[in-house]
C-alpha cells in the first residue's frame, strides 16, 4: 500500500450545514500528501501555493539533510502559512527551526502534541484553521495552479482523449437539461428511458402472473395463460414500435454512439462512463434532496404518533401522497444503473422482435444491438456495477443477463468466483459498507437508496488465488429490506423475495444490523 499511494494526494471537502454550530465556518479542502514531503517535491510545491495553511508533521527521529534543505526553502517561499507539528520538540529540533528564513515560533506556527490528550489537539487544529485570514482560493483558482508549466505536472485534463470523452458526454447532458426545462424531473425516466417504464414494469407484471396465476380465479389455466402472453407480447411490441421509429432514438442512439466509441477506444471507457455518472448526479443532486425531505416528512407524519391524531379522510389523503412523493422520488432518479437497464431492453426486445424488423431496427443505431451484452461484460470486468434484479419492476432481465454472463464466460474463461452479498433494513448504509470494505462504486447519496440487487466484481491478486481458491470476488448490493412504503403484507412477501434470491445466489451474506436493537434483529434474521 505504501509503494502504491507514496507520493499521491488525497483530497477531501468539508461543507457547513444550515445549523447554529459548525465545525468550520467556511467550506475547507483539505490536502494529504502521503509519503515523505522531502521525496516529492513537485506535490509539495504545488500544495505550498494552493494552501491557505499548512501542516507539517514531524516524528521524533530528527530530520536528515534533505528533509532540513526542503524545509528551509518552504520556509523562504511561504512562512506565514507554515504551522510545525512536533511530537517532541527537542533542542535539535529548535536549533533547524531557528536556522530557517523567516521562521515564526509563536503557538500559532509551532504545535507539539499534547500527551495522550487528542481532543485538546484536534481543537487546536480547529481553531488554527478558523483563525486563518489569508483570501481563500476557489476552483477556478486550484485550476490555474494546477496549469502552471512551472509545477511540473503532467494533466491527464489537457489531453485529448480527455477532451474527446467530456465533449461526448456534453452532448448527453445538455440534451437531458435542455429537455427539462418545463418540469425538470417528474417525467425524467418516461421520456429518456422510456423501454425500461410502463412496457417493461407491466411485462414483468404479467410475466410473474403467468407463473403465480394468483388472479386466475376460476377461469382456465391456459386461456389465462395464453391472455397473459398475449398482453406480454403486447408490451414487447410496444418497445420495438419505439426503437424501429428513427424520431423517437435520438437519446438512445447517443448513448449507443458513447458505447461504439468506447469499443473502438478502450481507454475512453473509464472517462466516459465516471463523466456520465458524475453529471447525471449532479442534475439529480439539483431536485433530490428536496424531493426525499418532503417524502421524509409525509413519512414522519406517517409513523408517528401524529398520525393517530388524524381522521380516516385525512390519514388517506396522508397515505396517498406518501405514496405519490415515493413515486416522484423514484421517478426522478437517474445514474449508470438506469442506463445499462435501458439497454438491457432496447436488447430484450430486439431479439423478441420479427426478423423482418430486426434490419430496420439495426439501421437506426450507430452499432449491431446484438453486441450490447459484449459491452456490458466490458465494463462489467472493467469495475463498473450492473443491475441484476430491477428494483422498479421487482424483475430478472433473464435474456439480457444470460447474454451477458455469455460473453463474459467467453472473455475471462471459466473462472472461480466467490459471492458475497449483504442484507439489512432500508437506509442502514449497506452500500457505503460494501464501498468502503472493498473499494466499490455502487451508488450512494441522499434519496438514492439502492432498488433491486447490483453486482460489481473484483480480480484477486495472482499470489494469494491457490491460497483463496477463486480469482474474482463478486459483491452484491441489495435494496433495503422493511421498507416504509410498503404495506406489512406487501414488505413480508418483497422481503422474502429479495433476501431468498440474495442468499440463493451467493457463498456469504452480511447481515447489516444498524445498532443493537433486539426488535430489529429478530425482524431481519428470521428473513435471512
Known amino acids: 500500500a505504501r509503494r502504491l499511494l507514496d507520493g499521491t494526494v488525497e483530497l477531501s471537502w468539508f461543507l457547513p450545514r444550515k445549523q447554529p454550530k459548525n465545525i468550520f465556518a467556511n467550506p475547507i479542502t483539505f490536502l494529504n500528501l502521503r509519503g515523505n514531503a522531502a521525496h516529492h517535491l513537485k506535490q509539495l510545491k504545488f500544495l505550498r501555493n494552493v494552501s491557505n495553511k499548512i501542516f507539517l508533521f514531524f516524528w521524533s527521529e530528527g530530520l536528515s539533510d534533505n528533509e532540513i534543505d526542503s524545509l528551509k526553502d518552504l520556509y523562504d517561499k511561504a512562512s506565514d502559512k507554515i504551522v510545525c ?6 533542542t535539535e529540533t529548535k536549533n533547524i527551526l531557528k ?38 482560493e476557489n476552483v477556478a483558482s486550484l485550476a490555474t495552479h494546477a496549469h502552471d508549466s512551472d509545477h511540473g505536472l503532467e494533466l491527464d485534463y489537457d489531453e485529448s482523449y480527455f477532451k474527446e470523452a467530456e465533449a461526448e458526454v456534453d452532448l448527453i447532458r445538455k440534451q437531458i437539461v435542455s429537455g427539462n426545462t418545463k418540469d425538470p424531473m417528474r417525467y425524467i425516466k418516461e421520456r429518456y428511458f422510456p423501454l425500461q417504464c410502463k412496457p417493461w414494469e407491466d411485462w414483468s407484471k404479467f410475466h410473474t402472473e403467468s407463473i403465480r396465476l394468483k388472479g386466475r380465479k376460476d377461469r382456465n389455466i391456459e386461456e389465462y395463460k395464453s391472455e397473459l402472453r ?9 418497445q420495438v414500435n419505439h426503437i424501429i421509429d428513427k424520431t423517437k432514438c435520438d437519446f438512445i442512439y447517443e448513448l449507443l454512439r458513447i458505447c461504439y466509441i468506447s469499443s473502438v477506444k478502450p481507454f475512453h471507457t473509464e472517462l466516459l462512463w465516471n463523466k456520465l455518472g458524475l453529471d447525471l448526479n449532479a442534475i439529480c443532486s ?5 424531493l426525499y425531505q418532503k417524502h421524509k416528512d409525509i413519512s414522519d407524519i406517517l409513523h408517528t404518533n401524529l398520525v393517530d391524531k388524524l381522521n380516516e379522510d385525512e390519514r388517506r389523503e396522508i397515505e396517498k401522497q406518501y405514496h405519490e412523493s415515493g413515486k416522484n422520488l423514484s421517478k426522478s432518479s437517474l445514474g449508470i444503473e438506469h442506463i445499462i437497464r435501458e439497454f438491457s431492453q432496447v436488447y430484450e426486445s430486439f431479439t423478441q422482435a420479427p426478423l423482418d424488423q430486426r434490419k430496420s431496427i439495426n439501421e437506426n443505431f450507430p452499432i449491431d ?13 472493467q469495475g463498473y456495477p450492473i443491475e441484476i434484479l430491477d428494483g422498479d419492476a421487482s424483475h430478472v432481465p433473464t435474456v439480457w443477463l444470460s447474454q451477458v454472463f455469455h460473453e463474459l464466460k467467453a472473455r475471462l474463461g471459466n473462472k472461480c468466483m466467490y459471492i458475497v452479498s449483504i442484507l439489512g433494513v432500508q437506509s442502514s448504509g449497506k452500500s457505503t459498507l460494501l464501498n468502503t470494505m472493498f473499494g466499490l462504486h455502487f451508488a450512494v447519496s441522499a434519496g438514492r437508496c439502492t432498488k433491486g440487487i ?37 414488505s413480508r412477501f418483497h422481503d422474502n423475495e429479495l433476501a431468498t434470491f440474495a442468499i440463493g445466489l451467493s457463498h456469504l451474506t452480511i447481515i447489516n444490523i444498524m445498532g443493537e436493537t433486539p426488535t430489529e434483529m429478530q425482524d431481519i434474521l428470521p428473513i435471512a
Open 85 to 90: 507539528v512536533f511530537p517532541i520538540l527537542t
Open 99 to 136: 536556522s530557517c528564513p523567516n521562521v515564526k515560533g509563536d503557538k500559532q506556527h509551532v504545535v507539539v502534541l499534547g500527551k495522550g490528550n487528542l481532543s485538546k489537539d484536534i481543537e487546536n487544529f480547529r481553531d488554527l484553521i478558523n483563525s486563518q485570514n489569508t483570501p481563500a
Open 230 to 238: 398475449d398482453k406480454m407480447k403486447a408490451c414487447r411490441q410496444s
Open 286 to 290: 439539483e431536485h433530490m434532496p428536496t
Open 369 to 381: 444491438l446484438a453486441q450490447l451484452p459484449i459491452f456490458t461484460a466490458n465494463i462489467l470486468i
Open 454 to 490: 447490483f453486482m460489481q466484481m473484483i480480480p484477486v491478486a495472482a499470489d494469494v488465488v491457490d491460497v483463496l481458491g477463486y480469482e474474482y470476488l463478486v459483491v452484491l448490493d441489495t435494496e433495503g429490506l422493511r421498507a416504509p412504503e410498503l404495506d406489512n403484507e406487501t
